[in-house]
C-alpha cells in the first residue's frame, strides 16, 4: 500500500525500524521504567501465586522443621539467614519480573500522522503488526497473551506472568539463579536433617510428629529437584542467549541476524548494564521508588489490557 512516498505493510516478520531507534515520541525511557506493569492472564496469576506459595512453603519447613528445633544455635543461625535472604531476593526478582514493562511497542502507533513524522526515504518499507497496530522495531515479536510487540522477546513465562523481553530479562535470569540457589540449600538441608534425625531415632530432631516431619521433608526434596532441575535449565539458556545475542523465538525460528550481535561479555553488560559489579545481581538496583509513587499519585498506576 502506498502512502506518503513509502510503502507500508502488514507482517508479522522482516522488521525495519532498528533496535534503538525512538518508537513513541510521547513516551520517555524514564516513564516506561516507572510504569506499572501487569498481564491480567488467569493462567499467569495462578502460576504466579502458586510459584510464591511454594517458596514461603520451603521457608516454613526449612526454618520451623529443621532449624529452630536444631540444638546447634550457629548452624541454626547461618542457615536461617542464608536461606531467608535468597529468597527475599528470589522473590523480589520474581515481582520485578512480573511488574516490569518487558519492552512493549506502543499500541496502535501505526498510524497516518506517525508515519509521517518518522520522514522516511521515498521508497522506504517499514512492518507493522497486523494484530496491534503498532510498528515494529527490529527483533520484535507479538505476544497473543500480553497482546503486544515486545521488543527482544525472549518467550511468556505463566510462572512470572509476563513476557521476557528487553527491559526484563536482567529480572528474570536473577529469579531463576536465586530459585536455583535456594532449591540447592534445602536440599542439602534435607540431607543433613535426614540423617540426623535417622542416627538419634527421631527423637527431639522436629518440633513435629515423625510422620509429619517425613511428609514435609519429602514434599520439600520432590520440590527442591523439580525446582533446581527447571531453573538451573532457564538459568542456563538465558546465559547462553545473552552471549550470543539471540532470543529463544529467533533460535527457534532460525533467523539469520540483521544486527550487529554483542558476544560474551558484551552481550552481559548490555542486558545487566555496565561493567560488572554486585549490582549484576540485585533486584532492587535501579528501583526508584519515589518516582513509582508520585506518578501512581498523579494518574494512577498502568496496567496492561
Same mark, same amino acid.
Given at each position: 500500500m502506498q502512502s506518503s512516498g513509502h510503502r507500508f505493510r502488514d507482517v508479522e516478520h522482516h522488521l525495519l525500524l532498528a533496535e534503538n531507534d525512538s518508537y513513541d515520541s510521547s513516551s520517555s525511557e524514564s516513564d516506561m521504567a516507572d510504569r506499572v506493569w501487569f498481564i491480567r492472564d488467569s493462567c499467569g496469576m495462578v502460576c504466579a501465586v502458586m510459584t510464591w506459595l511454594l517458596v514461603i512453603y520451603a521457608d516454613f519447613v526449612v526454618t520451623f522443621v529443621m532449624l529452630l528445633p536444631s540444638k546447634d544455635f550457629w548452624y541454626s543461625l547461618i542457615n536461617g539467614i542464608l536461606f531467608n535472604c535468597l529468597a527475599v531476593l528470589a522473590l523480589s526478582s520474581h515481582l520485578r519480573?512480573?511488574?516490569t514493562d518487558p519492552g512493549a511497542v506502543p499500541k496502535g502507533n501505526a498510524t497516518k500522522e506517525y508515519m509521517e513524522s518518522l520522514q522516511l526515504k521515498p521508497g522506504e518499507v517499514i512492518y507493522k503488526c497486523p494484530k496491534c497496530c503498532s510498528i515494529k522495531p527490529e527483533r520484535a515479536h507479538h505476544c497473543s497473551i500480553c497482546k503486544r510487540c515486545i521488543r527482544k522477546m525472549d518467550h511468556h513465562c505463566p510462572w512470572v506472568n509476563n513476557c521476557v523481553g528487553e527491559r526484563n530479562q536482567r529480572f528474570f535470569v536473577l529469579f531463576t539463579m536465586y530459585i536455583a540457589l535456594? /532449591?540447592?540449600?534445602?536440599?542439602?538441608? +534435607?540431607g543433613f536433617q535426614f540423617f540426623s534425625c535417622v542416627r538419634g531415632q @527421631?527423637?527431639? +530432631?522436629s518440633d513435629f /510428629?515423625?510422620?509429619?516431619?517425613?511428609?514435609l521433608l519429602i514434599f520439600l526434596c520432590l520440590e527442591g529437584f523439580l525446582f533446581l532441575t527447571f531453573t538451573?535449565?532457564?538459568?542456563?539458556t538465558q546465559i547462553h542467549s545473552i552471549c550470543n545475542d539471540e532470543t529463544e523465538i529467533e533460535r527457534l525460528k532460525s533467523e539469520k541476524p540483521t544486527w550487529e550481535r554483542r558476544l560474551r @561479555?558484551?552481550?552481559?553488560? /548490555?542486558?545487566?548494564g555496565g561493567q560488572p559489579s554486585l549490582l549484576w545481581i540485585n533486584p532492587?538496583?535501579?528501583f526508584r521508588i519515589r518516582r513509582l509513587m508520585l506518578r501512581a499519585k498523579k494518574g494512577g498506576p498502568e496496567f496492561s489490557v
Open positions: 519480573t512480573m511488574l535456594i /532449591s540447592a540449600h534445602a536440599l542439602i538441608l +534435607c @527421631w527423637i527431639e +530432631c /510428629s515423625p510422620p509429619v516431619t517425613v511428609i538451573a535449565v532457564m538459568f542456563g @561479555w558484551e552481550g552481559m553488560k /548490555s542486558v545487566f532492587f538496583a535501579g
